[in-house]
């Protein structure tokens, strides 16, 4: 079959590999419809995630359908249509059955190796990496998928492909990130990142009573589709004084949710930004916390912090005095996937809101690679790139 | 009184050695011109014999080392989410044992309270003569079941072998831990979570390969990647 394998930094193909076979009793094989590449998968292609193996498929936002399922497997059946959740889960330790799916106790068959980094491995996930398990991804023309009688989400045929993939990752990812704000009606949100997550964590705030919401970002196309599309208030961080302006267009208050859709790669020009990207450089840091640390800074008192954007190291310089001074809530993590994928098809299904709008490029799964590049370097205005084998 | 901290083979050593350097260094001193480098092998010597005859060494106490002890311990738990009459169920039915304890083996079984303990010892000619036992606790707020494992056994070179089969790698406690974990995966998720034989875009043939050649394609990727118990060593991330 046909796969986007990585080799290195900034070095990512399309090979012809093996195709994947049952491995467990509750196991499935999906034959890929769509897939996509998320913001994240960047990470791996600028090379800031270790234990990478050359030839590792990526991808971790795919739907399909079941071609295959193993011994254990009966809620499941060939022919299935089903979008799969990024974070692998058992559905039956303690924290499945709580909801932090993403904390899954059982899914990561290199636990060891995380608990050295961590403390606690969380669970696995698919193309990201060996520390979170060494998962072939779904950017290839089938999936493995551990677990599948929890992960497999049906999908009804008056939703089409385009519009049910992002239930994998993103929309549940901007859903929660929305959510982690603990919002109120009324409330103003600041989102830093108008990537597909921030945009979909502007919509998502608006489904959860905020009444306004302010994108920050420095791409234009990515400013305007939060305003066409998301209905947001926009500032250009490229412009600076971001912080002020924030306490201006909320009268002097600060928003009371902020949310970090940005990450570990943030841009920034000011002195500690570029202090972040000198030590990254020397390995003194492996994080840049440059909306990190506006974001604490802008928040109003006693407000919440969100913090979908991935962190995988260490960062330096994180302003704890004013995030305890503000008495400021925060919350972060991977998706809990699993929990969202029913109440947000729902929402689909009722037309309430549909996920397609983010895409702006489609490929071949065979220019995967051109893809990952037109991504990368926000090519055309891009913001969103689908796969189809 | 001082505690012993050297075992009987080295004591033996000890007493061997020292009266052997008494020796030289008494003929030594009285030697002219060699009293005082003498004197020092006798002093040496008399430390020895010392040590031996008291089975205790200022040194190791000073660096911390006791070789005098009755073995290694162990203990590792890990909580399941479970009742402890499942794990326990799970634990006794012997056919389950190789699937995640791979070093109890030859054992029996000299003490058992159903759904609370179950203590063994190694049998004649196991490979490592230890004994051991698994205790069975609630866990709080409906988290399950506490697992606790004890281990007592002999390395075979003793506490000095333990100290160096450490250093390359091989930790009893990590051993165990891994144990515990396939338990857990077993009796929870009722698999152990691998990676194993999927596809991947390399030949893997066990070493680290490099980039694969423009315009080469792979046919077959490996049936074992690596072991899923095992990670893999870093990769080192390229230069920025």
Same mark, same amino acid.
């Given at each position: 079959m046909r796969a986007l394998c990585w080799y290195g930094k900034n070095d990512v193909r399309v090979e012809t590999v093996p195709e994947p076979k049952i491995l467990n009793p509750r196991d499935a094989i999906i034959k890929t419809t769509l897939s996509a590449i998320c913001g994240s998968d960047l990470h791996l292609l600028h090379g800031y995630i270790p234990m990478m193996k050359p030839g590792d498929i990526l991808g971790h936002e795919f739907m399909g359908e079941v071609l295959e399922v193993g011994? %254990? !497997?009966?809620n499941l059946k060939k022919g299935d249509r089903v979008v799969v959740p990024f974070t692998i889960a058992c559905g039956r330790c303690w924290f499945c059955q709580n909801g932090l799916t993403s904390l899954c106790d059982n899914s990561n068959p290199n636990s060891q190796a995380a608990e050295k980094l961590y403390g606690y491995s969380a669970s696995g996930l698919f193309g990201y990496s060996h520390i979170f398990g060494g998962y072939a991804g779904g950017q290839a023309q089938y999936v493995r998928v551990p677990f599948s009688d929890t992960a497999c989400q049906k999908v009804p045929e008056s939703v089409n492909d385009e519009q049910a993939l992002f239930l994998s990752d993103i929309f549940p990812t901007g859903y929660m990130a929305a959510e982690n704000c603990n919002i109120h009606p009324g409330d103003t949100m600041a989102i830093w990142g108008c990537g597909p997550v921030g945009q979909f964590a502007i919509k998502s705030a608006f489904l959860l009573g905020a009444e306004r919401v302010i994108a920050i970002d420095e791409v234009p196309e990515r400013l305007e589709m939060a305003r066409k599309q998301g209905k947001a208030e926009t500032l250009d961080? *490229? %412009? *600076?004084e971001v912080v002020e302006k924030l306490k201006e267009m909320t009268g002097g208050r600060g928003p009371d949710g902020c949310i970090?859709? !940005? =990450?570990?790669?943030a841009h920034g020009t000011s002195v500690e930004a570029l202090y972040d990207y000198a030590k990254q450089a020397v390995r003194l840091e492996t994080d840049r916390p440059h909306v990190l640390r506006q974001a604490i800074q802008a928040c109003r008192k006693g407000g919440n912090l969100s913090v979908p954007g991935v962190y995988g190291g260490v960062i330096d310089k994180f302003p704890i005095g004013a995030a305890f001074s503000k008495g400021l809530t925060l919350r972060m993590g991977q998706t809990n996937v699993h929990r969202y994928m029913k109440p947000l098809l729902d929402r689909i299904e009722k037309g309430e809101i549909d996920p397609s709008f983010v895409i702006t490029d489609r490929y071949g799964l065979d220019c995967a690679a051109e893809a990952y590049k037109t991504f990368d370097k926000h090519e055309? =205005?891009?913001i969103k790139c689908v796969l189809r084998p | 009184m001082e505690l012993e901290n050297v075992n009987q083979m080295e004591r033996i050593a000890s007493v061997i050695a020292g009266t052997a350097l008494s020796f030289f260094g008494l003929r030594q001193a009285l030697a002219k011109h060699q009293a005082a480098a003498g004197a020092g092998l006798t002093l040496a010597g008399a430390a020895l014999i010392r040590r031996g005859v008291t089975g205790y060494c200022d040194l190791y106490r000073a660096c911390g080392v006791n070789t005098a002890g009755e073995g290694i311990r162990v203990d590792r738990s890990i909580t399941i989410h479970a009742s402890r009459e499942a794990v326990y169920g799970f634990w006794r039915n012997l056919e389950n044992l190789p699937r995640f304890m791979k070093h109890v083996q030859c054992v029996e079984v000299i003490n058992e309270v159903p759904n609370e303990l179950i203590a063994w010892r190694s049998l004649p000619g196991a490979p490592v003569k230890h004994t051991g036992s698994v205790r069975l606790e609630h866990a709080t707020a409906g988290r399950g079941t506490t697992v606790t494992v004890e281990l007592q056994y002999d390395q075979p070179a003793g506490p000095v072998g333990a100290w160096i089969a450490k250093l390359w790698g091989k930790r009893p406690e990590r051993e165990i831990e891994l144990e515990l974990r396939r338990l857990k995966n077993m009796v929870e998720a009722g698999e152990i979570p691998t990676n194993q034989g999927q596809p991947a875009g390399r030949v893997d043939d066990g070493s680290q390969q490099g980039k694969a050649k423009q315009g080469e394609r792979v046919q077959h990727a490996s049936e074992a990647s690596f072991p899923a118990s095992d990670p893999p060593s870093y990769t080192h991330v390229n230069e920025l």
């Open positions: 011994t %254990e !497997v009966t961080s *490229g %412009e *600076g970090d859709a !940005v =990450g570990m790669e055309r =205005g891009c | -």
